[in-house]
């Protein structure tokens, strides 16, 4: 699998972005995609997945994401999408894009099985 983040760049405070993330090679009936994101001298961090099983999705966030951030995604095209709206100068870093085959533990970073390169959010206060 591998996986194509982009949609990062420069955005004042307050403003939106929305990433992309789209996965080829092999498919999945039950599988997550999920963004994490790492600060400058700061560990990488959950922020948002969503999970196709059985036809049924679900989505989750990171409370400092909730009511902000929104993921969504087109499973038939193994695409995941996160729109952020009212950025803060603390969401600045980079934001990789994760794929976990047929495991529960969506905000576990070492739980991933492919990553796709970072994109870079900057927002400036």
């Known amino acids: 699998v591998q996986l194509q983040a982009s949609g990062g760049g420069l955005v004042q405070a307050g403003g939106s972005l929305r990433l992309s993330c789209v996965a080829s090679g092999r498919t999945f009936g039950w599988y997550t995609m999920g963004w994490f994101r790492q600060a400058p001298g700061k560990e990488r961090e959950f922020v948002a997945a969503?999970?196709?099983?059985?036809?049924?999705?679900?989505?989750y966030y990171a409370d400092s994401v909730k009511g902000r951030f929104t993921i969504s995604g087109d499973n038939a095209k193994s695409t995941v999408y996160l729109q952020m709206n009212s950025l803060k100068p603390e969401d600045t870093a980079v934001y990789y894009c994760?794929?976990?085959?047929?495991?529960?533990?969506?905000?576990?970073?070492?739980?991933?099985?492919?990553w796709g390169q970072g994109t870079l959010v900057t927002v400036s206060s």
């Open positions: 994760g794929f976990l085959i047929g495991s529960y533990y969506y905000s576990r970073e070492d739980k991933y099985d492919y």
């Open positions: 969503i999970r196709w099983s059985a036809g049924a999705e679900s989505s």
